[in-house]
C-alpha cells in the first residue's frame, strides 16, 4: 500500500463525542417541532454536501417558511454551530494523531474523502488534522458526493496511484466502503467510534477489514 484514503466524520472524529448541534438542536432553538423543522432540513443534506446551499441559507429558508426572518438570531444560530464543530475538532481520541503520525514516517501517502457541508469543511481546514492530508477531497468544494465514483477516481489521479494501492478505511456511512472496494482499493471500517450509540446508525461489516483501534491501520499497509 503507498496511501491511506480516510474518511473525517465517525472515523478520524465523531460527532458523538461531545454536544452537537445539529436538527433536534437547531429546531428547538426556532422554536419550531422537530418534524416541521426537518421538512426543509432533511431534504437539503444533498445540495449542502455539493455546496450548492449555504448552512445560513438553509435557516434562512426554515426563518422565513416558519417562523420570520432575524437576521441577528440567524448569526447566533450560525455562531453555535460552527463554535460546536469545532468543539468536535478538539475531542477526537489522541490516538489519531499517532496513526497519522506513524503513516506519514512509513511514507504512506494519507488522503481525505469526505462528505461535509461548508461549516464543516471550515472547521476540518483548521484543525490540527488538516495538515497531514497530501490529498483532501470534501464534498462541498468539488460538487460530488460519496458513493459517486467520480471522487474516488479524482483522488486516485491527485495521489497519481492506482486503487490496489490504496486502502480506504472508513466507518462505513454513505455506502462508501462498497465505493471504495468496487474500483479496487482495499477496503478497512473503522469501528473504534462505534459503541453501541443508538443515535449512531452504522452497523459492523464482516465483509470488509476491521480495524478497532487507529493503529491497527498501519496491520494492512
Avoid at 11 to 33: H, K, M, N, R
Avoid at 57 to 74: G, Q, V
Avoid at 180 to 208: N, V
Wanted: glycine fraction near 4%; proline fraction near 3%; aromatic fraction near 10%.
Amino acid at each position: 500500500m503507498k496511501a491511506v484514503v480516510f474518511d473525517m466524520f465517525e472515523t478520524l472524529v465523531s460527532l458523538y463525542t461531545c454536544d452537537t448541534y445539529q436538527g433536534a438542536e437547531i429546531a428547538a432553538d426556532l422554536g419550531i417541532p422537530e418534524n416541521t423543522f426537518r421538512s426543509l432540513w432533511n431534504p437539503s443534506e444533498d445540495a449542502r454536501a455539493r455546496g450548492e446551499m449555504t448552512f445560513e441559507e438553509i435557516i434562512t429558508k426554515i426563518m422565513h417558511t416558519f417562523t420570520h426572518f432575524d437576521e441577528a438570531f440567524l448569526n447566533q444560530i450560525s455562531k453555535r454551530r460552527r463554535d460546536t464543530l469545532v468543539n468536535v475538532f478538539h475531542s477526537y481520541r489522541p490516538d489519531i494523531i499517532d496513526m497519522l503520525q506513524a503513516l506519514k514516517e512509513r511514507g504512506i501517502k494519507i488522503a481525505l474523502i469526505t462528505n461535509c457541508y461548508f461549516e464543516e469543511r471550515d472547521a476540518i481546514i483548521h484543525s490540527e488534522l488538516f495538515k497531514y492530508f497530501d490529498v483532501a477531497l470534501m464534498s462541498c468544494e468539488v460538487g460530488i458526493i460519496k458513493p459517486d465514483r467520480a471522487i474516488f477516481d479524482r483522488c486516485l489521479q491527485e495521489l497519481e496511484l492506482n486503487a490496489a494501492e490504496c486502502l480506504y478505511v472508513g466507518d462505513g456511512g454513505s455506502h462508501e466502503l462498497e465505493a471504495a472496494s468496487a474500483i479496487g482499493m482495499t477496503a478497512c471500517q473503522a469501528t473504534w467510534y462505534l459503541k453501541g450509540d443508538t443515535r449512531h446508525p452504522i452497523r459492523r461489516f464482516s465483509e470488509y477489514l476491521e480495524a478497532v483501534r487507529p493503529m491497527d491501520v498501519l496491520h494492512f499497509i
